[in-house]
């Protein structure tokens, strides 16, 4: 497979698949997928330090003008950008009376309560403190101690990425846990069977065996499917850098360094008791082909159609998460 510099990679980047094996005749992955690897590899994310961070949204989603609502675990946040535009975050509720923070008003950087006028500039006052926020120039990230319980970190634990590439971020909610989003992008054998649409040919060519020093990866080749029998194949390695997040690279192939991010944030229980937890999902493509900077160029119309085909795999993918959760919930989960 060929690498994806300009110099490597072929004139197009698109194959043909010249012996397609129909959905139901491509071969039976089960025997592979062993719910002990899967859950050996969801143990070891979950042992790694995330430093209470939570991933809350994408990094454009908060503009100047106006303040951003999001809850974690149950908690009400606000954040907003300062008069320097770096961003601030804390309590989502008014220590006046409790207001919603999320419906005020920024000017000039402060947040201006719309019940009665108080102002926030970021620091403590009147019983309101800010929380730790990053910006990583993709995703807003808040650090929450409280409700992560661990031992803090100055920065989040954020993958390596790509430069000059083209970004979008896509955000879904279901009804589950972190760890069911998590045990679903630890379980690469899936791809071509549940997401026929998107991906074919899929063969998982290493699995992390948790010993020490090896690396904790999954090796996958796969072809994404263009139309018809076009394809653009790839080999992509799955990691779980801390326990909320997974990251998908393309090691080799077409976009080589590009990589998904998935970042599982909990929201808390609905009005039945369910846990909700949002997928905060965020592209990072790049390319060493000479066109791509008219792609980057093009971002604010390539971005609802990146958006749109997130959206599509994890209509699925929530489904495959919220039926782990619930049967995990009522004793009946075979992993």
């Known amino acids: 497979m060929s690498g994806g510099s300009a110099g490597g990679c072929r004139r197009l980047p698109l194959s043909l698949r010249r012996r397609a094996v129909p959905w139901d005749r491509q071969r039976p992955t089960w025997r592979e997928a062993r719910p002990a690897v899967i859950a050996a590899s969801l143990k070891r994310a979950q042992a790694r330090p995330s430093g209470n961070w939570y991933v809350v949204g994408a990094s454009r989603d908060l503009r100047d003008d106006r303040p951003l609502g999001r809850t974690v675990a149950g908690q009400e946040l606000v954040l907003w950008r300062d008069a320097d535009g770096r961003p601030v975050a804390g309590p989502g509720i008014c220590p006046h009376l409790g207001a919603p923070l999320r419906d005020s008003r920024v000017r000039c950087g402060t947040l201006v309560c719309h019940w009665h006028g108080l102002a926030l500039d970021g620091g403590t ?39 000059r590439a083209l970004t979008a971020v896509y955000t879904g909610v279901g009804s589950c846990e972190p760890e069911d989003v998590v045990a679903n992008r630890l379980d690469p054998w899936h791809g071509a069977w549940f997401h026929p649409y998107s991906f074919v040919d899929l063969t998982v060519t290493g699995v992390p065996d948790g010993s020490e020093g090896s690396a904790d990866v999954f090796s996958v080749d796969v072809s994404f499917r263009v139309a018809g029998r076009l394809v653009v194949p790839v080999r992509a390695e799955f990691s779980a850098p801390e326990p909320r997040t997974v990251v998908m690279r393309i090691a080799e192939g077409e976009g080589a360094g590009s990589v998904v991010e998935t ?14 937890t949002a997928v905060v ?51 009946r989960f075979p992993g």
Do not use: C, I, K
Request: charged share 25%; aromatic share 8%; glycine share 12%.
């Open 281 to 331: 999902e965020a592209v990072v493509a790049a390319s060493g082909r000479p066109g791509f900077a008219l792609a980057r160029g093009a971002a604010p119309l390539l971005r609802p159609l990146v958006r749109a085909a997130a959206g599509r795999l994890w209509r699925d993918d929530l489904a495959y998460a919220e039926r782990r959760w619930s049967l995990r919930s009522t004793g």
């Open 263 to 276: 970042h599982a944030t909990p929201l808390g229980a609905d009005g039945r008791g369910r846990p909700r």
């Open 125 to 163: 006052f009147a019983g309101w403190e800010p929380f730790p926020v990053h910006d990583d120039g993709v995703l807003l990230w808040v650090r929450l101690d409280a409700v992560g319980g661990e031992a803090p970190l100055e920065a989040p634990v954020v993958p390596e990425r790509p430069e």
